[in-house]
């Protein structure tokens, strides 16, 4: 039992000296001695199976990463969500990634290019060197023989060619089809269908395929029978289809025209290992961008993700024109549920999470994210930083790195394994992964690329040294 008396005496030298305690004298000694006492200590890996990434800052580690190997076990989802401002390596990362996985024989990838330089997307280079042709869509080459992908096509099932029609029509207008208009436009589908067959492989009975034009023509010249099933005026069912005629005219004979107002063109390798769509000749910010999303979109659910046992990989570049389209994110929200049954790894590559969060699909958005149990975010501003943390539930001391992030770092958060990355670049990968015009031109510009890659790991090793320091000298 304590004395009273001794800590009532405590208490008041404590008063008016403050506390006292006993000190002892720090011990010098060097990491390599320290190391018996303090033993080292890192985060969980990701285990070694996959493909590899580089190494974690603070360890050292290699930095393994599958999200088919960590399905059911540490990620709930494959589906991966890259963030990050312009500069800072995420093509990089989304190259080497693809490059690496199609070592794999198992796996197949869809890439969605947006960007480009010279003419060709960004992607062009990799697509030459695997001896692939990139699916180039531009609206004026295909008047010209150009590549068309028909929303008819007959691989495409009934109920998927009259979602994709209605999908289109409300991307286009900015609104849901009201019930009158979705009618019009069933029975016209319908017609067409009766017309050359069904889209479930019968026999059609015209020698080609249906296409958009068949479509509108039944819009503006319904057939009496379509509007006796339903016993209404054959002149109402015409009135209620003409704002969708007006729509899909623009696919068949406005801006847009010759892409997919025709067959499917013939040659379309959906076999191969890498699947390249070009879309650098579209303007991003037209609603040509989103209208096309979602073409793209069903005709490869329809087309490309089959039961075959294929880890399938379905990359996206600039995704915000998905998630920004509240009709085109419900629609691939339907996609990505391929990824529990048929083993489907989407891919969103966004350059501010603040693009899709506070656009018109907020709630289709928050739903996507949810589904994506792996992102990595590159540097960003404090206040983007900020944003995307609360987002994304980051710990706070990533949160506060994200700004000081050099080129090729990143933070990985994997269902919640969360750790710093450098991502490392061979040299055999690196005139493929940084630009197309590394290959083709000589000089000062692939100089410049060259300082540039020496410059981030030159930055990438000091920050590593910066945190190998605090394990150094002095152990009290």
């Not at 969500?81 to 990634?97: D, H, I, R």
């Not at 067959?197 to 034009?213: C, F, H, I, K, Y």
């Not at 490869?300 to 990989?313: F, N």
């Amino acid at each position: 039992m304590l004395d009273p008396l001794a800590s009532l005496t405590d208490a008041f030298t404590s008063f008016l000296f403050g506390k006292v305690e006993t000190t002892r004298l720090p011990v010098r000694t060097s990491t390599g001695q320290a190391q018996a006492v303090y033993l080292p200590t890192a985060a969980p890996g990701l285990g070694d199976s996959g493909v590899v990434i580089g190494r974690e800052v603070y360890s050292g580690k290699g930095y393994i990463y599958d999200p088919f190997q960590l399905y059911g076990q540490q990620l709930p989802a494959p589906h991966w969500l890259v963030l990050g401002e312009s500069g800072n390596g995420k093509s990089a990362l989304e190259k080497t990634y693809v490059l690496r996985q199609l070592r794999f024989r198992d796996r197949q990838v869809v890439v969605l290019d947006a960007q480009g330089e010279d003419g060709v997307g960004e992607w062009n280079l990799i697509a030459q060197q695997l001896g692939i042709t990139p699916i180039r869509l531009d609206p004026a080459a295909a008047l010209h023989g150009g590549i068309r992908l028909n929303p008819l096509d007959p691989a495409i099932t009934t109920t998927g060619q009259l979602a994709l029609l209605r999908t289109i029509i409300e991307v286009a207008t900015g609104r849901g089809l009201d019930e009158r208009a979705g009618f019009a436009l069933k029975v016209a589908h319908a017609a067409v269908l009766n017309a050359f067959g069904s889209a479930d492989g019968n026999e059609t009975v015209l020698d080609r395929q249906p296409v958009l034009t068949d479509i509108v023509e039944q819009l503006r010249h319904p057939e009496a029978e379509s509007a006796e099933t339903m016993n209404v005026d054959i002149d109402d069912v015409r009135a209620w289809g003409l704002d969708v005629a007006l729509v899909l005219d623009r696919l068949v004979d406005g801006d847009l025209r010759g892409m997919f107002d025709g067959p499917t063109t013939a040659g379309i390798d959906l076999d191969a290992p890498l699947i390249v769509f070009d879309l650098s000749h579209i303007d991003r910010n037209s609603i040509a961008m989103p209208i096309l999303m979602a073409i793209v979109g069903v005709w490869l659910e329809h087309t490309w993700i089959r039961p075959d046992r294929k880890k399938r990989i379905f990359l996206v570049e600039e995704a915000w024109h998905i998630i920004n389209s509240p009709f085109v994110a419900q629609l691939f929200q339907r996609l990505l549920k391929f990824g529990r049954r048929l083993g489907l790894s989407f891919v969103a590559v966004v350059h501010h999470l603040s693009d899709v969060v506070d656009g018109a699909a907020a709630r289709e958005a928050a739903a996507i994210l949810k589904m994506a149990s792996t992102r990595t975010i590159y540097a960003q501003k404090a206040d983007e930083a900020r944003a995307t943390g609360r987002v994304l539930g980051l710990p706070r001391w990533a949160v506060e790195i994200i700004p000081t992030l050099t080129p090729g770092i990143a933070v990985w958060d994997v269902n919640g394994n969360v750790q710093v990355v450098k991502h490392l670049v061979t040299d055999i990968e690196r005139p493929l992964v940084y630009t197309d015009r590394a290959m083709t031109e000589d000089g000062d510009f692939a100089r410049e690329l060259a300082a540039e890659a020496a410059a981030a790991e030159r930055a990438a090793a000091a920050l590593e040294a910066d945190a190998s320091s605090e394990s150094e000298s002095t152990v009290a």
